[in-house]
């Protein structure tokens, strides 16, 4: 009795040990590391009709049951029989079932349902074959890959006696959560770095990720130690690891919109299927690749991979070495042209692994922009790819949106243009499309007002969406954030651009929007933002600098909570408006009549009276309302 006692209390003293150690290690809470653990033992052992990687993983996590305090084993690393798990037993059919929830039907189809959305996600939404490609490149060790089969992971050749299987179990637990942790909370670089190694390809074209030769996972040698992962000299398609990125963007933004409803039927899967992304983001990692480079075979040979499926297994002979681009490259581009395009991996993950939890607060989610319904001459569907390209620039950009001017419906009149603009108290985004096809705008988060000065903060940028999408930051340099002048406001003309302009300065800002509509200026270059073309170059190869509008709108950004305030502070200015109108409006007779009397206000009421002033026959009582008599 007392050696049995001796080696639980061993036992739990261990797994305590372990359970500190992963916790100091990896950024997850003690209740979400002995989630994920049960997670990778399910995973592992279920190798009867295993559905897929993710849509087992978001099942099991739906449907967990609280485990207690005493139970022993908690992180499932003992050798079990095939098919058993901690807490869990394997029903006839393959399914797994808690063997506390057997009969509960609403656990039942809680898992049910989380399968069937998981199934749209991977079949509809998601490039051909992702969960496969991840956790194979990301949650395995390469020497387990060697007898990997679409139903299970089985155990590797020459594994040690049951005495060390602890051990090994261990190392690939810690593997499992470098994975997690590598996906969901390490930050930008880890989670691109996964998103990258995913689209390698070998040199007959197949997917590295499905190749244990090449796989680009550590290896683990008999010890138990693990190599880490080599990312030199690794290159991958532009077009495929972009379009994965929407893809995870429109499939995470899927299964938060499922969340809130009751039925799957209620959510039309058509509206997140996305579109091809290459020509916008895809163009301009290829241009910076090249830039890099020091050449422009990227940007010349981009249109012959726009199009082209990303999960195609085909594809290795179209993929030319002029559309790859290397991990570091990609990696700085997001950098600089699109921050957010990271937390695609991280959102997506945090909806498989802990659904029933808030995001931390430490991460920001990544939020596809929701038009509501709202009509666009610029995003047609909202699945957009450019929607997908703007809120990768900057995380203002996500959630909620709210158009405030459109020229479709509101023509192209400035005064409508600026009364949309004054008095909105949160951030908006400004988008026009020239008569050339270009498309450009300008993001801020200050308010609008009228001003012969410029104003504003740095959190602001310039942007071109199209042909390529590009964003020009402050650089320090100089304070012209932002600039609204109207020629009324001048009373006159006062030697200053009068119109709403970025950048440059009073006399002519670099983008500049008259009030005309006419002499509309979009140059390369000022002090307050990087410099760059907001214009597609000229027909003749040169940069183009003047333009006129085909489109033009103004949405307030930010999501629902920044834009029912900024409706707000704009409701409330439009009535301080009209209040100082009506003001206006009301007179007071005695000193108006007391003003034409003076002159003040110019009038012929009653200039008889100077003409009569002065004659013998006339005597006038100021004092009197018969003011004036006439001698007989």
């Not at 990896?26 to 190798?47: K, V």
């Not at 179209?318 to 581009?333: I, P, Q, T």
């Amino acid at each position: 009795m007392g050696n049995g006692q001796s080696a639980a209390k061993k036992r739990r003293d261990t797994e305590l040990a372990r359970l500190q150690y992963l916790g100091d290690r990896y950024p997850f809470g003690d209740e979400e590391i002995l989630r994920l653990a049960r997670c990778y033992s399910y995973l592992r052992r279920a190798r009867h009709a295993r559905k897929s990687f993710l849509s087992d993983w978001a099942a099991f996590c739906a449907t967990l049951y609280p485990l207690p305090n005493d139970a022993e084993d908690r992180l499932g690393l003992r050798v079990r029989s095939e098919g058993s798990t901690v807490g869990h037993k394997m029903d006839g059919d393959g399914s797994s079932q808690s063997c506390h929830e057997d009969d509960d039907e609403s656990l039942a189809a809680t898992r049910r349902h989380r399968v069937d959305l998981l199934e749209v996600a991977e079949g509809r939404i998601l490039p051909s074959g992702f969960g496969r490609r991840l956790e194979r490149s990301t949650f395995l060790f390469s020497q387990d890959l060697s007898n990997y089969s679409d139903s299970a992971v089985t155990e590797s050749p020459g594994t040690p006696d049951e005495h060390d299987a602890e051990e090994f179990a261990f190392k690939r637990l810690e593997k499992f959560l470098e994975g997690a942790s590598d996906c969901s909370r390490r930050g930008a670089r880890p989670a691109l770095t996964v998103l990258f190694k995913c689209c390698v390809r070998n040199s007959k074209g197949g997917y590295t990720a499905d190749d244990e030769k090449h796989c680009s996972g550590a290896a683990m040698d008999t010890s138990g130690a693990y190599g880490q992962v080599r990312n030199e000299n690794m290159s991958a398609s532009a077009v495929e690891v972009l379009d994965m990125a929407y893809g995870l963007s429109l499939a995470a933004c899927f299964l938060a919109k499922a969340a809130e409803l009751e039925s799957l039927k209620e959510l039309d899967p058509a509206d997140f299927i996305p579109e091809d992304v290459g020509t916008s983001l895809g163009q301009s990692l290829l241009a910076f690749s090249a830039k890099k480079k020091g050449n422009r075979i990227g940007a010349e040979c981009f249109s012959n991979t726009v199009g082209l499926a990303s999960g195609s297994t085909n594809s290795a002979n179209v993929h030319g070495e002029c559309e790859l681009v290397s991990l570091d490259v990609f990696l700085e581009w997001a950098e600089n042209t699109a921050p957010c395009l990271s937390a695609c991996l991280s959102t997506f993950m945090h909806h498989i692994l802990f659904p029933d939890r808030p995001y931390p607060p430490s991460r920001t989610p990544f939020l596809f922009p929701d038009l509501k319904g709202q009509s666009s001459a610029f995003f047609h569907r909202p699945a957009s790819s450019l929607l997908f390209s703007l809120a990768s620039m900057s995380l203002s950009l996500g959630g909620s949106w709210f158009r405030l001017y459109t020229s479709e419906s509101d023509g192209l009149s400035f005064n409508r243009l600026q009364l949309s603009l004054l008095g909105y108290g949160g951030p908006t985004l400004i988008i026009i499309r020239a008569t050339n096809g270009g498309i450009f705008g300008a993001f801020t988060s200050s308010p609008w007002k009228e001003s012969s000065n410029f104003y504003g903060s740095s959190d602001c940028f310039l942007y071109q969406l199209a042909p390529s999408a590009r964003v020009y930051r402050p650089r320090g340099a100089g304070t012209n954030y932002m600039y609204c002048n109207s020629a009324a406001r001048s009373k006159g003309y006062d030697g200053l651009a009068h119109g709403i302009g970025f950048g440059g300065d009073s006399a002519g800002p670099r983008l500049f929007i008259s009030e005309t509509f006419d002499a509309c200026v979009a140059s390369s270059a000022d002090l307050t933002f990087e410099p760059g073309p907001l214009l597609p170059p000229a027909e003749e190869g040169g940069p183009q600098k003047d333009f006129e509008i085909s489109d033009i709108e103004v949405w307030g950004v930010g999501g629902e909570d920044v834009v029912s305030e900024g409706l707000g502070a704009q409701e409330q200015h439009r009535g301080l408006v009209e209040a100082n109108i009506r003001k206006a409006r009301k007179v007071d007779k005695a000193a108006f009549l007391d003003d034409f009397r003076s002159g003040l206000i110019e009038s012929k009421a009653f200039k008889h009276r100077e003409e009569i002033r002065g004659r013998d026959d006339c005597h006038i009582d100021e004092d009197d309302l018969n003011n004036y008599v006439m001698d007989k």
